[in-house]
């Protein structure tokens, strides 16, 4: 490959001025606030996460999130698309801006998470929940289509989505014409196999990791750049899968599946022969998003040079979606 391997820097995002985020606070509570904790929960190159803590205020705590283009797509997610009532999401209190960073102070579900936390019962109940959501969507598909900001992965658009990818791989020179033919034959099965499923709002990167228990519900948080109109079985494929992302809620993967059949009136032994070929079409869009951070001057990752991750996403992929 043309670029330097040695080159695997990450420029973290660099987080606003004190003074704009405590006018920020000011703002959005209608008086000066004390804080009284700050946890940051993240910093990477596109994001930046923090729960701030206060005293004598209500809420008592809020998500403080700053993200780069594309990340702010949470922002119009969270206006546009997402009704918490549905997709048991957090709540976008506030938004603001701050040349090309986007801030939103966002409800505070809590830090008990299904990665940890999951037992048979809450698995169960989030399995039938999921179904719920995904079912409620598919209702309002053309109201999400119309709103023209995710990522529409269905019939002729899949195979579009995957030459497209393939050919953007070769042009940044992660990949030869070799790959990207072997890889547009994968996404030819996938497309077969999938094309004419159900559309609904897919999460697409439904980990236990990003959902939290709160009382008697599960809550999703992290919806994002992954997020697209696709088939629900690719929620189902990774949260269900043997990520260490699942944590605990791996040793209930059946009991998922089981719920989840149950609640949408699918046939179990359907989903789960259809399962490898929604994880190669996640594994996918996370390499559409390796080729992003590419073709914006980034060639590294928390793990390593892009081009070498590109390599072991694409080993994933025919793993599962075997010609």
Same mark, same amino acid.
């Given at each position: 490959? !043309?670029?330097?391997?040695?080159?695997?820097?990450?420029?973290?995002?660099?987080?606003?001025?004190?003074?704009?985020?405590?006018?920020? =606070?000011?703002?959005?509570?209608?008086?000066?606030?004390?804080?009284?904790?700050?946890?940051?929960?993240?910093?990477?190159?596109?994001?930046?996460?923090?729960?701030?803590?206060?005293?004598?205020?209500?809420?008592?705590? =809020?998500?403080?999130?700053?993200?780069?283009?594309?990340?702010?797509?949470?922002?119009?997610?969270?206006?546009?698309?997402?009704?918490?009532?549905?997709?048991?999401?957090?709540?976008?209190?506030?938004?603001?801006?701050?040349?090309?960073?986007?801030?939103?102070?966002?409800?505070?579900?809590?830090?008990?998470?299904?990665?940890? &936390?999951?037992?048979?019962? &809450?698995?169960?109940?989030?399995?039938?929940?999921?179904?719920?959501?995904?079912?409620?969507?598919?209702?309002?598909?053309?109201?999400?289509?119309?709103?023209?900001? %995710?990522?529409?992965?269905?019939?002729?658009?899949?195979?579009?989505?995957?030459?497209? =990818?393939?050919? $953007?791989?070769?042009?940044?020179?992660?990949?030869?014409?070799?790959?990207?033919?072997?890889?547009?034959?994968?996404?030819?099965?996938? !497309?077969?196999?999938?094309?004419?499923?159900?559309?609904?709002?897919?999460?697409?990167?439904?980990?236990?990791?990003?959902?939290?228990?709160?009382?008697?519900?599960?809550?999703?948080?992290?919806? &994002?750049?992954?997020?697209?109109?696709?088939?629900?079985?690719?929620?189902?494929?990774?949260?269900?899968?043997?990520?260490?992302?699942?944590?605990?809620?791996?040793?209930? $993967?059946?009991?998922?599946?089981?719920?989840?059949?149950?609640?949408?009136? /699918?046939?179990? /032994? @359907?989903?789960?022969?259809?399962?490898?070929?929604? %994880?190669?079409?996640?594994?996918?869009?996370?390499? &559409?998003?390796?080729?992003?951070?590419?073709?914006?001057?980034?060639?590294?990752?928390?793990?390593?040079?892009?081009?070498?991750?590109?390599? @072991?996403?694409?080993? @994933?992929?025919?793993?599962?979606?075997?010609?």
């Amino acid at each position: 490959m !043309a670029e330097s391997k040695s080159d695997q820097t990450i420029k973290l995002l660099e987080p606003v001025p004190e003074e704009l985020l405590t006018s920020w =606070l000011n703002e959005f509570y209608g008086k000066v606030v004390d804080i009284s904790e700050r946890t940051v929960l993240r910093h990477r190159d596109f994001s930046y996460v923090e729960r701030i803590r206060f005293n004598e205020a209500l809420p008592e705590s =809020l998500i403080y999130k700053l993200v780069l283009p594309p990340w702010d797509i949470e922002q119009d997610l969270h206006e546009r698309v997402l009704v918490p009532s549905i997709s048991n999401s957090a709540q976008l209190y506030m938004s603001a801006h701050h040349g090309s960073t986007t801030a939103m102070f966002m409800e505070d579900l809590g830090t008990c998470y299904m990665k940890e &936390s999951a037992d048979r019962e &809450s698995c169960q109940k989030f399995a039938k929940n999921l179904a719920r959501m995904h079912r409620a969507y598919s209702y309002r598909i053309e109201e999400i289509v119309e709103a023209n900001i %995710l990522r529409h992965l269905s019939g002729e658009k899949l195979q579009d989505f995957g030459y497209s =990818l393939a050919r $953007k791989l070769c042009e940044l020179e992660s990949i030869d014409r070799a790959t990207a033919g072997d890889l547009e034959k994968r996404m030819d099965l996938v !497309a077969n196999r999938l094309g004419g499923e159900t559309l609904t709002l897919v999460h697409g990167d439904l980990y236990a990791e990003n959902v939290v228990l709160r009382q008697t519900k599960q809550q999703l948080i992290d919806w &994002s750049w992954f997020t697209s109109i696709g088939t629900a079985l690719i929620d189902l494929a990774t949260i269900t899968s043997d990520h260490e992302k699942n944590g605990v809620l791996r040793q209930f $993967k059946e009991d998922f599946l089981e719920s989840y059949c149950f609640e949408s009136g /699918s046939e179990k /032994s @359907q989903i789960i022969e259809l399962l490898p070929m929604a %994880l190669a079409l996640e594994r996918f869009l996370f390499l &559409s998003w390796l080729a992003e951070r590419k073709s914006r001057g980034i060639f590294g990752t928390t793990v390593g040079h892009v081009d070498d991750l590109v390599a @072991q996403v694409i080993e @994933q992929i025919r793993a599962s979606a075997k010609l």
